[in-house]
């Protein structure tokens, strides 16, 4: 049996969840997925090798662990050298590894609603079957999701574990800015006083630094998937959402966007005649919210039979200004408030614009993942927006985490049809 199938065959058996909850088996799975893989990038190889290392440590608790929300300021994590764990992304990885459905089922024992985002109701589970790590304190925010502070408050009162809760504004404002900021000095104190470690300007300077030298890298990876054709695939494209979720501030995401924006810019010069699959694009598309992580079936048929190649994806947009260690706090703060799904919807139909334009795509596809209000509320705009200027918009309904939830024969009409209206505007 291929060794990757036979791990995945033993995470579903009795020993499944002793075996995810060994730091070994991290070690491990880096053996298996990383040195005994073929990666097309080595940038994508890097960037595994860090998330098995990221949840060993959590495993290993030599580190206080720290749970995190997406889209809260990850480098307050790293400021004060906590262990990461985001269980939305491990709800991603379970779903990847068919361990999601007995979870799902799971929580719907622990009397979760089924109504609720699936990404929660698997952490919560997988946390109550002790396949992942307890934290030592939980760190979210409340702008663009309603669930995690919701999971997060749930999960502090059965745990006893203290949270920190970031109440961010509705709208911009130099009060909202001062708000965000006072709350985040206010975090940075309580956790000096939990870890025992004192936030000093040189650890500032080095986590900043880390995290604007990835941002820079980052512009590049998305100035040269500008190029037609694009240099990278749908698949490795969705990929360093990752990054979004785990990566900023942590040391290695800057070598990681740097080595794929070397690996990009060597295809488009040296490589384009020698590899015919970087032109296997006729429709370049922009993708939306988050991908389902239980089957790539739907994007590789998309590319290899349609020719639709993502090109772009809002979840590695970069929308925050660099940060300033000289004003730490008002820079995070900053960086929360810039984010374009917050506040009026005008905001995000703005940078989709943006994103059509510097792209040069043919057509918009967002995916309404079950139980995410703030996102799937806004597809009947955004189809009005990009109706408005002549850009084909495919809302497709689904699950990220629940495959059940997501009829691919009913999707594979929706694309298709798509796909003939990409068609008859290239006609």
Known sequence: MNPQKMFREK????LGRKLLSSPATYRLAKDIFVNQNNFAFKARMMMTAMALDQAGEAYHQSKAVAWTSAFFPGELVYLFDLAPFAPEAAAGTTASLDLAPDLLKHSDQMGLSADSCS??????????????????????????CDGAPRL??????????PL????????????????????LYEIAENLEKQTGKKLTDERIKEVFDNSN???????????????????????????????????QGHPETPEIYRTLAEELQEIIEDRRDAAPEF???????????LRPYYSSEMISYMEKELRQKIVA???????????????PF???????????????????????????NDYRVDGVIHFSHWGCRQSVGGTLMMRKKMREKGIPFLALDGDCIDGASFPWGQALTRIEGFHEVLEQLQA
């Open 11 to 14: 995470l579903k058996g009795q």
């Open 119 to 144: 990404f929660h109701r698997c952490a919560a589970a997988g946390t109550d079957l002790e396949y992942f790590p307890l934290p030592d304190f939980l760190l979210a925010s409340s702008h663009l």
């Open 152 to 161: 997060f408050q749930y999960m502090a009162r059965r745990y006893n574990k």
């Open 164 to 183: 920190y809760l970031l109440d961010v504004p509705f709208r911009q404002s130099k009060q909202a800015l001062d708000y965000v900021a006072s709350q």
């Open 213 to 247: 030298r990835a941002r820079y890298h980052q512009l590049e990876v998305a100035g040269l998937r500008q190029n037609i054709p694009s240099p990278l695939n749908s698949e490795e494209g969705l990929a360093y959402v990752y990054l979004t979720l785990l990566g």
């Open 279 to 289: 032109k296997s694009e006729d429709y370049r598309l922009i993708w939306l919210h």
């Open 313 to 327: 994806e809002e979840m590695n947009y970069v929308y925050w200004p660099p940060l300033d260690p000289e004003k």
């Open 330 to 356: 008002l820079s995070l703060a900053r960086k929360v408030l810039s984010h374009p799904g917050l506040g009026p919807i005008d905001r995000r139909l703005e940078t989709i614009q943006k994103m059509v």
